[in-house]
Structures are given as C-alpha cells and as structure tokens.
C-alpha cells in the first residue's frame, strides 16, 4: 500500500489547508477555521456556540476566540436564545452572508476545475471514495481529534 499519510500530505498542502489564510472575499482574509464556522452557521438553522463547536470538534476556548474575531469582523451576529436567555445563538451579517457564499463559490470552482481533469467514472470513484473515508472517520475512536490526543 502507498504511504497513506504521505497522500494526506500533498492533498493538505495543494488544498491550501496550511495558508495562513485559505481565502479572501469582501475584503476580509479568513482563516480556514474561520471559514469552517461561517460554513457551519450559514448551513444549520440558528445555531447555539456549542452545536457549531460540537459539529467543529474544537474545544469551546478556542471556538469562542474565532467567534469574537468573526463579530469584530462584522461576519457574524451572537444574540440570546428566545426560549433560553442563557444560550447564544449564531447568525451571518448581511456582509458574512456575502463572504460565506463567496468562498462557497470560490470552492466549488476549485472543485469543478480539479474534477475537469477526471473523467465521469474517476470523479464517481473519488466521490465514492471520500464519502467511505468520511464513514470510517466518523467511526473511529479518535474522530475529530490529532492522533495523539
């Protein structure tokens, strides 16, 4: 078998995974952690800071430093629950809406332009491929965290 780890690798780096940066949209550089959250707030309905830690798997310190960067930003809105005062939920600004869907589109033409190289039945394979590497990863004792811990 192939080094695995070393394919992770080359993906990682031609991904870009490893910018400081991953992106750039309305004049804002977003950190790909950053990109993840206004992913996740844009994708589910309202959340709370813990569900979009949770679906992150990043501890809540952490997470909330990235959410105050993100309301400094002017990307992202935290108000009360209505039903739970104690509880914060998430939204887009106007402007993170903008910044969400433009690093949307920027991703899926980096996609589109790296499928072009493949034809219909390698692209299906891969597809396949990352979707039964996403199932083994979510059964995995250590999911969502760095092999040591």
Known sequence: M????ELFQIMTRRF???????????????SLVQSHILYEIDR????????????????ITTF?????????MN?????????????YVLSLTIEGKYVATTIDQQMNAYLA???SHMNDFEKETVIRSIKLLNEAMSKSSQCCTTPLG
């Open 2 to 5: 192939e080094n695995a780890r």
């Open 16 to 30: 870009g995974f490893l910018n400081k940066n991953c992106c750039s949209a309305g004049g804002c550089d977003i």
């Open 44 to 59: 589910q309905h309202k959340p709370s800071i813990q569900q979009i830690a949770e679906a992150l798997g990043t501890d």
């Open 64 to 72: 909330s430093r990235q959410i105050q960067s993100l309301i400094k």
């Open 75 to 87: 990307l992202v809105k935290k108000s009360p629950d209505p039903d739970d005062r104690r509880v």
């Open 113 to 115: 332009e790296v499928f």
